[in-house]
Nanobody, 124 residues
Framework: QVQLVESGVGLVQAGDSLRLACAAS????????LGWFRQAPGAERDFVAG????????SYADSVKGRLSIFRDNAKNTVYLEMNSLKPEDTAAYYC?????????????????WGQGTQVTVSL
C-alpha cells in the first residue's frame, strides 16, 4: 500500500510555469504506475499525464501535450508534473494516483491510491 501527498499549491498567471510534486510513502514505489488527474468545480476528474512502472513510458492528454511533462525519481519516491505555458483552463485541483504493476490508464477507476489534491489557479 502507498500513501501519496501532493505539493506545489499555485496561484499563477497565464504563461507561467509551475511544478507539482507527489511524494509517496510505503514500499516498492518503483512498482507503481503513476498518474496525474485534475478536476475543476462541477466537472469530472480527467486524466492529465501518466508514467509507467517498468519502462518510464509516458502518456498525456491531448490538451496538455507539449506544455506539461511527467517524470519520476524513484530514489526520492516522488513523481512530478512540470507545467509550462499555463492557461486559465488549467485551473483545477490536481491529484496524483498510483496503480500496482499495471500499465498507464486514463481512467480514474483503475487507480487504487490517491493523494488529497492540490489546487492550481491560473489567472489572466
Amino acid at each position: 500500500q502507498v500513501q501519496l501527498v501532493e505539493s506545489g499549491v499555485g496561484l499563477v498567471q497565464a504563461g507561467d510555469s509551475l511544478r507539482l510534486a507527489c511524494a509517496a510513502s510505503g514500499p516498492m514505489f518503483s512498482s507503481y504506475s503513476l498518474g496525474w488527474f485534475r478536476q475543476a468545480p462541477g466537472a469530472e476528474r480527467d486524466f492529465v499525464a501518466g508514467i509507467g512502472w517498468n519502462s518510464d513510458a509516458t502518456s498525456y492528454a491531448d490538451s496538455v501535450k507539449g506544455r506539461l511533462s511527467i517524470f519520476r525519481d524513484n530514489a526520492k519516491n516522488t513523481v512530478y508534473l512540470e507545467m509550462n505555458s499555463l492557461k486559465p483552463e488549467d485551473t483545477a485541483a490536481y491529484y496524483c494516483a498510483a496503480r500496482w504493476r499495471y500499465h498507464i490508464s486514463t481512467s480514474p477507476a483503475d487507480y487504487a491510491y490517491w493523494g488529497q489534491g492540490t489546487q492550481v489557479t491560473v489567472s489572466l
